[in-house]
T-cell receptor, first 116, second 115 residues
Framework: AQKVTQAQTEISVVEKEDVTLDCVYETRDTTYYLFWYKQPPSGELVFLIRRNSFDEQNEISGRYSWNFQKSTSSFNFTITASQVVDSAVYFCALSEAFLGAQKLVFGQGTRLTINP | DAGVIQSPRHEVTEMGQEVTLRCKPISGHDYLFWYRQTMMRGLELLIYFNNNVPIDDSGMPEDRFSAKMPNASFSTLKIQPSEPRDSAVYFC?????????????FGPGTRLTVL
């Protein structure tokens, strides 16, 4: 069965610090997809990134970067030079390719607070 | 372009009443999902549709919950009768592309409170 673990329930840092959000997943599939979503205080879920299991290249988008390591089943998310607007709950999610399934399994989320 | 539209945004009802949540997916998307978010259980997939057909409803908690998608631009999630433990935020999401695991676009959610 799929499982996504975000061990950090809450993180609080001071603005401009770098912060890494951890995500560990379990799957029996060789083909799967990993996602990160952001849920700001307003409540909506915002897509950040999708990565498939065959692409282990790290990705950088502005202050955001993602480190995918199949060897440790991890897909960690780093925010560099954090800003107050980064305060949100961040979810890691997994979907498996079996039968073209589109089911997303979410982790419990990490609440990130950036203090001015 | 309009995103996923959900109504109502907030619903307060009394135990035993019927509740209907509505969703309009993004035009052209062929997948529609209903999720529930609670503090205890996090984000759970309840049911999803492909081309208006229910594909997997294994997440629907019990027979009190039902979902329909009569056409490509409208879906409902109904709870009858509602119970206090159904209080949660219900999200609708849509995505495009068969088997490609494209990102899901979420609506703003409906916050349901059952008294």
């Amino acid at each position: 069965a799929q499982k996504v673990t975000q061990a950090q329930t809450e993180i609080s840092v001071v603005e401009k610090e770098d912060v890494t959000l951890d995500c560990v997943y379990e799957t029996r599939d060789t083909t799967y997809y990993l996602f990160w979503y952001k849920q700001p205080p307003s409540g909506e879920l915002v897509f950040l990134i999708r990565r498939n299991s065959f692409d282990e290249q790290n990705e950088i988008s502005g202050r955001y970067s993602w480190n995918f390591q199949k060897s440790t089943s991890s897909f960690n998310f780093t925010i560099t030079a954090s800003q107050v607007v980064d305060s949100a709950v961040y979810f890691c999610a997994l979907s498996e390719a079996f039968l073209g399934a589109q089911k997303l399994v979410f982790g419990q989320g990490t609440r990130l607070t950036i203090n001015p | 372009d309009a995103g996923v539209i959900q109504s109502p945004r907030h619903e307060v009802t009394e135990m035993g009443q019927e509740v209907t949540l509505r969703c309009k997916p993004i035009s052209g998307h062929d997948y529609l999902f209903w999720y529930r978010q609670t503090m205890m259980r996090g984000l759970e997939l309840l049911i999803y549709f492909n081309n208006n057909v229910p594909i997997d409803d294994s997440g629907m908690p019990e027979d009190r919950f039902s979902a329909k998608m009569p056409n490509a631009s409208f879906s409902t999630l109904k709870i009858q009768p509602s119970e206090p433990r159904d209080s949660a935020v219900y999200f609708c999401a849509s995505s495009a592309g068969t088997g490609s695991h494209n990102e899901q676009f979420f609506g703003p959610g409906t916050r349901l409170t059952v008294l």
